[in-house]
């Protein structure tokens, strides 16, 4: 259960029991953990350095093409359709049967390109049918075996 408990610098936040009885939750922040702490030898932390990391606040990330891990086509089965969940909304019935479950994206020319007009909503029975006779194994042929683990949906 949560406990308000007053920090050193006359902050209330909340913690548990659990972390107060194992000698933790006595700070309101990193901040002032480390603004407040000692080192065993007596000396105080000083953080003088400002977030250095690549994510600081208002950075924004290039996306696509301006994103230098852009792998364009060359790029495997499972980001390809990751990046296709990410641009296309998925509708709510396969474009075949109409079924409302367990809807998947399947590519219409086999060829696995980043055109998202090349994809189309299917349920997982109608996508197992499309991709079965002369196509099957189509995907398995570009990527290889190894390349095809890990997928759902």
Same mark, same amino acid.
């Given at each position: 259960?949560?406990?308000? @408990?007053?920090?050193?610098?006359?902050? $209330?936040?909340?913690?548990? *029991?659990?972390?107060?009885?194992?000698?933790?939750?006595? /700070? +309101?922040?990193?901040?002032?953990?480390?603004?407040?702490?000692?080192?065993?030898?007596?000396?105080?932390?000083?953080?003088?350095? @400002?977030?250095?990391?690549?994510?600081?606040?208002?950075?924004?990330?290039?996306?696509?093409?301006?994103?230098?891990?852009?792998?364009?086509? *060359?790029?495997? /089965?499972?980001?390809? %359709?990751?990046? @296709?969940?990410? %641009?296309?909304? !998925?509708?709510?019935?396969?474009?075949? +049967?109409?079924?409302?479950?367990?809807? *998947?994206?399947?590519?219409?020319?086999?060829?696995?390109?980043?055109? !998202?007009?090349?994809?189309?909503? &299917? +349920?997982? !029975?109608? %996508?197992?049918? /499309? $991709?079965?006779?002369?196509?099957?194994?189509?995907?398995?042929?570009?990527?290889?075996?190894?390349?095809?683990?890990? &997928?759902?949906?």
């Amino acid at each position: 259960m949560g406990v308000t @408990v007053t920090c050193i610098c006359g902050a $209330d936040f909340k913690t548990t *029991e659990k972390r107060r009885a194992s000698g933790r939750g006595k /700070y +309101c922040s990193k901040a002032c953990a480390y603004s407040n702490m000692q080192r065993p030898s007596g000396l105080k932390y000083d953080i003088t350095a @400002v977030n250095k990391a690549w994510f600081k606040p208002g950075h924004e990330v290039p996306t696509g093409e301006q994103n230098p891990a852009w792998r364009g086509d *060359e790029v495997t /089965y499972q980001r390809l %359709h990751r990046w @296709v969940r990410q %641009h296309k909304t !998925l509708p709510t019935a396969c474009e075949h +049967c109409g079924g409302e479950e367990q809807l *998947e994206w399947a590519n219409k020319s086999r060829e696995y390109r980043r055109d !998202l007009s090349d994809w189309l909503a &299917l +349920c997982r !029975l109608c %996508h197992r049918r /499309y $991709d079965s006779g002369p196509w099957r194994g189509a995907a398995t042929a570009k990527y290889g075996r190894a390349g095809m683990r890990g &997928l759902r949906g």
